[in-house]
């Protein structure tokens, strides 16, 4: 993303500038300066999954769509802004809680018997 030879994990996800730049406007920083300290991605991995479900869920999906606009630049399409980084972190993690809380109506549904007409 910073166009550096020697780019990294903890680097790519935490300390490039436009990455600091989105975990800032997702209000995400405290996250990001928690998981600075983790020892290893397995500690990162950890530290998340601990997390309330919600920021939970955001930090998620910012990984991914992070990952997904790291590999469309390398692989020669237009680098995405922060913004747009940040616009489709917001609406798949708004994505992901709808269909959790649709998979809960589901579930709870009583359960309808065929009955003679």
């Known amino acids: 993303m910073c166009a550096r030879l020697d780019e990294e ?3 790519l996800f935490l300390k490039c500038r436009m990455v600091k730049k989105c ?3 997702l209000n995400l920083e405290h996250v990001r300066l928690k998981l600075i300290l983790a020892l290893s991605a397995k500690d990162m991995v950890k530290s998340i999954l601990a997390m309330d479900e919600a920021v939970q869920r955001t930090v998620i999906m910012f990984l991914w769509c992070w990952w997904d606009a790291r ?3 390398n692989a ?3 680098m995405q802004s922060t913004d747009e980084v940040v ?3 917001i609406r798949y993690a708004a994505e992901t809680e709808m269909m959790q809380v649709q998979e809960v109506k589901e579930r709870h549904k009583p359960h309808e018997c ?3 007409p």
């Open 71 to 73: 590999n469309k630049a």
């Open 114 to 116: 065929w009955s003679k």
């Open 9 to 11: 994990g903890g680097y």
């Open 76 to 78: 020669g399409e237009k």
């Open 87 to 89: 616009f489709r972190t």
């Open 23 to 25: 975990w800032l406007t």
